[in-house]
């Protein structure tokens, strides 16, 4: 199984609904980073989380750390196409490498 | 420009050629990062230079591929006798530091098929 999981692993939605997408850590999460990415292009940075209990915010997304659950969610507001894409967590690991999950395809409808 | 910038975009190559994949970090970055991605999963960590240092080669999948970072900016990777294995996108990014306090920017990947 993988070191981190994510959930769902695709989603569609109607344009201005909300929707959440999870990450899973089977190890303790000493920081946590969501990058969104389109087909045929690189990661896009959207946020890093580095405390328990951490909140963060940009335009419509939000991101939150449970340190204690080993767990980060990034939930997006009244969704856009915009927003469709790969949305992938990564989590630091010793050395300064990242891990990855495999993924959430987001797909919004208008 | 101002992103990491990779080339080719797009290589393809006949099992057991050898390739060469470029990389070109942010201006000022010092580390860099080689990732592998396949096609449906999210990307695997190749290795790690803090400048011109490899400190991490962990992740390289065999004695077939090597990494250098000669003057600690631009990086190249390097796969030898190449196999229909090694066919995925391979993904560069940097960051100011190494300490985990900074964001990895990645650049838009070099897609290689071995046919």
């Known amino acids: 199984s993988q070191e981190l999981e994510q959930s769902p692993q695709s989603l569609i939605v109607q344009e201005g609904k909300n929707l959440t997408i999870n990450c899973t850590s089977s190890?303790?999460?000493?920081?946590l980073y969501w990058y969104k990415q389109k087909y045929g292009e690189g990661l896009i940075f959207l946020m890093m989380l580095q405390k328990g209990g951490e909140e963060k915010s940009h335009e419509k997304i939000t991101a939150k750390l449970d340190e204690k659950k080993q767990q980060s969610s990034l939930h997006i507001t009244a969704s856009q196409p915009s927003h469709a894409g790969i949305y992938l967590c990564g989590a630091g690991r010793y050395g300064n490498k990242l891990v990855f999950g495999a993924g959430t395809i987001l797909r919004v409808k208008s | 420009g101002a992103g990491v910038s990779q080339s080719p975009r797009y290589k393809v190559a006949k099992r057991g050629q050898d390739v060469a994949l470029r990389c070109d970090p942010i201006?000022?970055?010092?580390?860099l990062f080689w990732y592998q991605q396949a096609l449906g999963q999210g990307p695997e960590f190749l290795t790690y230079f803090q400048n011109e240092a490899q400190l991490d080669k962990s992740g390289l999948p065999s004695d077939r591929f090597f990494a250098e970072r000669p003057e600690g900016s631009v990086s190249t990777l390097k796969i030898q006798r190449t196999q229909q294995e090694d066919s995925a996108v391979y993904l560069c990014?940097?960051?100011?530091?190494?300490?985990?306090?900074?964001?990895?920017?990645f650049g838009d990947g070099t897609r290689l098929s071995i046919l």
């Open positions: 990014a940097s960051s100011l530091v190494g300490n985990g306090n900074q964001p990895q920017h």
């Open positions: 190890k303790t999460l000493y920081g």
């Open positions: 201006s000022g970055h010092v580390s």
